[in-house]
């Protein structure tokens, strides 16, 4: 049975953000019988307990996405305003990578009490023979790693999930996973990932943080809508950027008449290709520019003489042209040079403006991007049940994979059969930054040094 089968997309959130329990398909649409018991079966305990989690991460140093995820669970933070609690408990953890004089994991476990342990496997089991953890977060970002072919780099994402799987099939149960951005640089083991995912029915949720930002000014797209073109634009780094621009377009897009239908095509150009696709109609520079300012103080009346202010430098400027199965086109651009650039604009049919947000990070840089992530990732452990579908990511893993290659192999078009596939989305917006936040932690505030969610601290 497929996920759009079993979802009945006019059954929305509860008015406490909860959902009805909705198991994970693979691509193909096909969910197997269940080899292993999910933990929700099991018989609970009268008294309420804390859930115990493993945290399995490349590298916790300063800023890294073990860090600013992490210290949304060791400490109370900011969401929509409140403050927030994650009611659960990091006991076990594995580092990939110490970095020399960078890292923080050593301190922050005498400071929290939890332990570091040499093994994937020995993390889950905090020493013992079977798994004894409630969740488990994959944190596959930063770190030391080589390159690929394709200068796209190898992190050990798909190892972490094996090792992780392997210690769910030894104790005969599941419990909740997290895999922080993309499922890998490889499609084939995205794929691999996500049917294991249905064979033994684990709680699984995957991502990237700028989806749940506030948007500014508020856009959201009705359930049904049909846009004819969209853009997503960001000015960071490639391949590594061009996830979080994918993730904010398919979390747009997929609200669309029929949902998500999959991917026809892709190409990704570079320089002048970019400006004469463009001008041939391929993309819709207009749209663009609506994207580029959206909540912005000034007006860009060009994109092709757009530069930084911050420099006054010319920027590498890169596109990905998507064709879905239902028609829409879409562009990911890449254009000017900070980190923190996040737009979208779309056009709907019968619609004569187009309608453009800013996905608004908050203060200090993309920090604070992970307030929202950590409380959908809460909600996620508690319900057994992602806020919006792993296929999301998944499908975005397959669309930035085919970038790369068309990169890699001088822009060719590249044709997308393995990415037809759809899925139901689900509104996700209990799990948004609206805005409230900002009013407490502002832009004059310093930035926290170490483990310190920031703003004024509740008391205990």
């Not at 049919?349 to 200090?364: I, M």
Request: with cysteine.
């Amino acid at each position: 049975m497929s996920l759009t089968d079993q979802m009945d997309r006019r059954r929305w959130l509860s008015a406490a953000g909860m959902y009805s329990a909705a198991g994970i398909c693979s691509a193909a649409g096909i969910c197997s019988a269940a080899a292993l018991r999910p933990s929700a079966s099991a018989p609970r305990d009268t008294a309420p307990r804390r859930p115990r989690i493993a945290a399995v991460v490349t590298a916790f140093n300063y800023r890294s996405h073990a860090h600013v995820i992490l210290e949304n669970f060791l400490e109370p933070y900011y969401f929509n305003g409140q403050v927030t609690e994650s009611g659960m408990d990091v006991v076990s953890l594995y580092v990939d990578q110490f970095p020399a004089g960078a890292d923080m994991s050593r301190d922050a476990a005498r400071k929290y009490g939890f332990t570091i342990y040499p093994t994937i496997a020995e993390a889950l089991q905090c020493g013992g023979s079977e798994l004894a953890v409630d969740a488990v977060l994959s944190i596959g970002e930063h770190g030391d790693y080589p390159l690929d072919e394709r200068g796209v780099k190898m992190y050990p994402r798909k190892r972490f999930f094996d090792e992780i799987v392997e210690v769910f099939r030894r104790s005969g149960r599941v419990v909740p996973l997290f895999n922080d951005k993309h499922l890998s640089y490889r499609w084939d083991w995205s794929a691999e990932m996500m049917q294991v995912v249905s064979e033994l029915k684990i709680p699984f949720m995957a991502g990237s943080s700028v989806p749940l930002a506030q948007r500014r000014p508020m856009l959201e797209l009705p359930f049904g809508c049909v846009p004819r073109e969209a853009v997503s634009l960001h000015s960071g780094p490639v391949e590594v950027y061009d996830f979080h621009a994918l993730e904010v377009l398919q979390s747009m897009v997929e609200s669309r008449r029929g949902g998500e239908t999959g991917v026809v095509e892709i190409q990704q150009l570079e320089g002048d290709a970019v400006w004469q696709a463009a001008a041939e109609g391929r993309w819709n520079m207009e749209l663009a520019r609506a994207a580029m300012n959206a909540d912005e103080k000034q007006d860009v009346a060009n994109l092709q003489d757009f530069v930084e202010p911050a420099d006054g430098m010319r920027h590498p400027v890169h596109a990905i042209l998507i064709r879905y199965r239902d028609g829409l086109r879409a562009t990911v651009l890449r254009i000017g040079n900070t980190s923190i650039r996040w737009k979208f604009a779309c056009q709907l049919e019968g619609s004569a403006q187009p309608l453009a947000a800013a996905f608004h990070v908050g203060p200090w840089q993309n920090r604070n991007l992970f307030k929202a992530l950590s409380h959908a990732i809460q909600q996620h452990i508690r319900e057994k049940n992602a806020p919006y579908p792993a296929e999301r990511t998944h499908l975005v893993t397959g669309m930035l994979a085919a970038a790369m290659d068309s990169r890699f192999e001088n822009h060719r078009l590249v044709e997308t059969p393995q990415l037809n596939f759809g899925y139901e989305p689900r509104d996700f917006r209990a799990m948004r930054e609206m805005g409230a936040t900002w009013k407490i932690i502002t832009e004059d505030q310093p930035q926290p040094p170490g483990i310190e969610p920031g703003g004024p601290r509740p008391s205990r």
